[in-house]
């Protein structure tokens, strides 16, 4: 059974990298450093997130935005538009949630995961916030807030629909910043509540490592103010209690923006190993399908054998009658003859013997002929091409050793792997 490397995670946050593996958080500088299976939480350095109702079909509204940014003076440059939520509000009008990133900057993260050795599942900061939301299971509108350094990124909505997104910012992070800041939280969630003629209820708080001391807001507020569950991690030798990496985990993989053939790639590795079960257990029924097969073979000749000695004894006391055996004895030559021939075990094991590590078997069809077995490999090489052609070569070369004739033989490159196909036949030893 082929494994992976565990999972990693991967948090970039205001301009810091982190790697997070079991317990130990460390901070690295880029993704380069980290090998197997990635989750990659990343706030696009300069992105901005934001809800808005613009005046286009729902098809049209990532368009719109981008302009209105634009002619607006937010961005300088062309940007691309990540949509995490939109609704038809009617039929020229759509609610979006969404977050804004130059495009270079976007262009520079997708490279960086198409060049990964390994699959990169990429996530934008306020869609793991809006994962929260969705687990909450709560249908009326909360606020998750999620405090780091000296800002503070405020997400307002139900587990259907998000209202209202902004990040808060402080000019540094002395006391007095940062009591101004959730103060700014605090405002803005009451001119949400006034804008979109709601009342938010509940107030989910998502910590990190540089969080620091939640808010001393007053009872008067009539909301309801949660700490999300947090979990005890080790970073630079000392421990922190940290709530954003379980909000971290309960994404799921198909919300990430990654391009969908890392996704694809991702999700086929972690269904490898039932592909492996399913194979065994196919290989374990041939097997059990030849021995059973066997054992009405020799059944049958036994069989046989009995009427021929009873033909003999009836020939010499009386006349020969026509006795109808010559279906049951030509049934018989024939297992005879298919005895003579390799066993399924044996061409499983000489292929599985003769098959490089880097090379694996896909399909594998024997048909037992008349005058031989026909045998069909289908596979492939997951490795360069010259390393992989070399061990398709080694492999039928084996094969043709041990008695085997190789009478077709296919081997294509394809990106990220190799394909071969190869038919031979052995006749009757």
């Known amino acids: ?36 299976d990635t989750w990659f939480v990343s706030d696009f350095e300069t992105a901005m997130a934001r809800t ?51 495009s ?5 993260y997708l490279e960086d995961i198409k060049v990964h050795d390994d699959s990169v599942l990429l996530f934008p900061l306020f869609s793991v916030l809006q994962g929260v939301l969705r687990r909450m299971r709560h249908s009326k509108p909360t606020a998750v807030v999620f405090r780091h350094s000296r800002f503070a990124d405020l997400l307002i909505g139900t587990n259907k629909t998000v209202v209202y997104a902004n990040r808060c910012v402080a000019f540094d992070t002395s006391e007095e910043q940062l009591s101004a800041l959730w103060e700014t939280v605090k405002t803005d969630i009451t001119a949400a509540e006034t804008e979109h003629r709601i009342k938010v209820g509940r107030i989910l708080l998502v910590n990190w490592i540089d969080s620091g001391a939640e808010p001393e807001w007053s009872d008067d507020m009539e909301r309801e103010i949660l700490s999300m569950e947090q979990e005890r991690i080790s970073f630079h030798g000392q421990d922190y209690h ?72 009836l020939q010499s006391e ?30 499983v094991s000489d292929i599985s013997e003769a098959l490089p590590e880097a090379m694996s078997v896909e399909v594998l069809k024997v048909d037992y002929a008349e005058d031989g077995l026909n045998i069909e490999i289908f596979g492939k090489a ?37 394909e071969f196909l190869a038919r031979f036949t052995k006749g009757v030893s």
């Open 382 to 418: 997951r490795t360069s091409f010259d390393s992989a052609y070399k061990g398709y070569q080694r492999f039928t070369d084996t094969l043709t050793n041990r008695g085997y004739i190789l009478t077709e033989s296919k081997f294509d490159t394809q990106i990220r792997q190799s």
């Open 52 to 102: 808005m109702t613009v005046e286009a079909p729902v098809k049209y509204a990532e368009v719109m935005i981008r302009k209105k940014l634009q002619e607006t003076g937010e961005f300088d440059e062309p940007i691309a538009v990540i949509t995490h939520w939109k609704k038809r509000k009617d039929r020229n009008t759509t609610d979006i949630f969404f977050t804004a990133v130059p």
């Open 318 to 347: 009386a006349p020969v009658k026509d006795i109808p055996y010559e279906e049951t004895l030509s049934f018989a030559r024939d297992l005879t003859r298919y005895r003579r021939l390799p066993s399924y075990k044996r061409v």
């Open 104 to 108: 270079r900057t976007y262009s520079r």
């Open 242 to 313: 940290v709530s954003f990496l379980k909000a971290l985990r309960m994404q799921s993989g198909f919300r990430a923006i990654s391009p969908p053939l890392e996704k694809g790639s991702y999700y086929s590795w972690k269904c490898l190993p039932c592909f492996n079960a399913m194979f065994a257990l196919a290989i374990g029924l041939f097997v059990g399908g030849y021995f059973w097969l066997t054992h009405e073979a020799d059944r049958l000749g036994g069989e046989l054998a009995a009427v021929q000695s009873e033909i003999a004894t």
């Open 1 to 36: 059974m082929i494994s992976r490397n565990p999972k990693h995670y991967i948090i970039e946050l205001d301009g810091a990298i982190y790697r997070w593996a079991g317990e130990r958080l460390e901070e690295i500088r880029s993704l380069r450093e980290v090998q197997g």
